[in-house]
């Protein structure tokens, strides 16, 4: 088993924290600029990492065990988003639920957060079939991946080819041999230069020349953070970003229920107090549904620990 990377494990802790701070609608609308800004560089965080943390190394079994870990949770969250969606009058709402969109939505074009989870196999199962079956020197099999990912995102439209890249970031950092705090060196100034980029609006496009310089800069940035903070709050980040799989399955479902709490916490105009106790429930609640599964034996089935 791989070595867990506290670094790592802390940031996968601050983007879980913003993903989930940004889904409540009463935060996006309320801080609309500030949405946009984590918007640019926290799922492009998540992707650069994930390239970087996924082993192919392990069996082919392994492997595949891992990614129906990644699948069954994403069909069965996927359907059910797609279902509520018809249902509930939410921002994606779908009028007309017939088969062919339930497959279209579930296959090619997922609506809602559980996109990752399909960006992630597509890219996962490429990955390991390029490395696995071409016999072609490191460099070649990347150019052949991003290829690959141009075709999945550019012609089959299945897939963003921006988050692609990222995924395939991450990628070339580990076939480079190269540690990930080596090529994100922790820097403090890292912090004004992302400022900077972030005053203006044209930066705040994960698939800009800025943006990219800001998803770099909010990384090392991040590091010089967790080397400066107390050991509590990086033993807190690093438990989160530990258990990443089950806040990002299940907060939406707290998100969600978290709506009719607006009207009696508006007193409090920042919406700061409506975030904090939001975010107690969201992450107290998906960690708790993670619980019940264990108890309950079926959390095989779902990838919790990465």
């Known amino acids: 088993m791989r070595q867990r990377i506290d670094e790592l494990d802390f940031l996968k802790g601050i983007f879980i924290i913003l993903m989930i701070t940004f889904h409540l609608v009463y935060i996006g609308d309320s801080y609309p ?36 870990g990644y699948a069954i949770p994403y069909i069965v969250m996927e359907s059910g988003y797609i279902v509520m969606a018809a249902a509930l009058p939410i921002r994606e709402h779908i009028d ?10 579930l296959f090619l074009h997922p609506i809602g ?5 399909q960006t992630l196999i597509t890219c996962g199962v490429s990955y390991i079939l390029v490395f696995h079956f071409v016999p072609m020197k490191t460099n070649s099999r990347i150019i052949l ?21 990222y995924f ?22 890292a912090i004004l230069a992302f400022i900077l980029l972030a005053m203006n609006p044209k930066n705040l496009l994960m698939e ?8 770099y800069l909010v990384i090392v940035g991040f590091l010089f953070v967790h080397s400066h903070a107390g050991k509590r709050a990086n033993s807190i980040l690093t438990f989160l970003g530990r258990n990443t799989m089950p806040l990002f399955l299940f907060s939406p479902i707290f998100t969600f229920l978290c709506k009719p709490m ?17 975010l107690l429930l969201c992450i107290t609640g998906s960690l708790f549904v993670e619980w019940t599964m264990i108890r309950i034996g079926v959390s095989q089935y779902f990838y919790f620990k990465r």
Request: proline share 5%; net charge positive.
């Open 262 to 278: 607006v009207p009696a916490l508006q007193f409090e105009p920042t919406g700061l107090l409506f975030l904090s106790v939001s």
């Open 168 to 189: 395939l970031a991450g990628v070339v950092l580990r076939q480079s041999g190269i540690s990930f705090t080596d090529v994100f060196q922790q820097s403090p100034i």
């Open 33 to 68: 600029y500030a949405k946009r800004i984590v918007y640019t560089f926290h799922m492009p965080g998540f992707l650069i990492i994930s390239g970087y943390l996924m082993n192919i190394t392990k069996p082919c079994k392994d492997f595949i065990k891992t990614m129906l």
């Open 145 to 165: 991946l991003g290829i690959i990912f141009h075709v999945f995102s550019n012609m089959l439209g299945v897939m963003s080819f921006a988050c692609s890249l």
């Open 113 to 117: 957060p559980y996109w990752y989870l």
């Open 96 to 105: 007309v639920l017939t088969l062919g969109v339930f497959i279209d939505r």
């Open 208 to 215: 800009e020349s800025g943006g990219v310089l800001m998803v």
